[in-house]
């Protein structure tokens, strides 16, 4: 039982800057890594940026210098600051989670937010 809730999308304009945020909450023993992906129409589902509790990051080519994922790790909660935004940032933007949920089972399972719309006008 692991929800994710997305905040903070909206409308600006180019060169403009808006912070996502994404709460995980229910009833898991740890949240390995959390993620950011992205998906405009008639496109396929891209991923964004990743960090894992250990703090490893990894961005896409094409959001790097601008973007800065971040994590509170007490409070379960990834953050995603855009900054710079261009007109092709436009997309539903998911929030992703690896949840381990039970201290004797290594294994993990994948959730998804239902996305947060951010669009970036010209």
């Known amino acids: 039982q692991v929800q994710l809730v997305e905040s903070g999308g909206g409308l600006v304009q180019a060169g403009g800057s808006l912070r996502l945020s994404c709460a995980a909450s229910?009833?898991?023993?740890?949240?390995?890594?959390m993620g950011w992906y992205r998906q405009s129409p008639g496109k396929e589902r891209e991923l964004v940026a990743t960090?894992?509790?250990?703090?490893?990051?990894n961005y896409a080519d094409s959001v790097k210098g601008r973007f800065t994922i971040s994590r509170d790790n007490a409070k379960n909660i990834v953050y995603l600051q855009m900054n710079s935004l261009k007109p092709e940032d436009t997309a539903v933007y998911y929030c992703?989670?690896?949840?381990?949920?039970?201290?004797?089972?290594?294994?993990?399972?994948?959730?998804w937010g239902q996305g947060t719309q951010v669009t970036v006008s010209s």
């Open positions: 992703n989670a690896a949840v381990r949920l039970r201290p004797f089972n290594p294994n993990t399972a994948d959730y």
């Open positions: 229910g009833s898991f023993y740890r949240i390995n890594s």
């Open positions: 960090i894992t509790s250990g703090g490893n990051i």
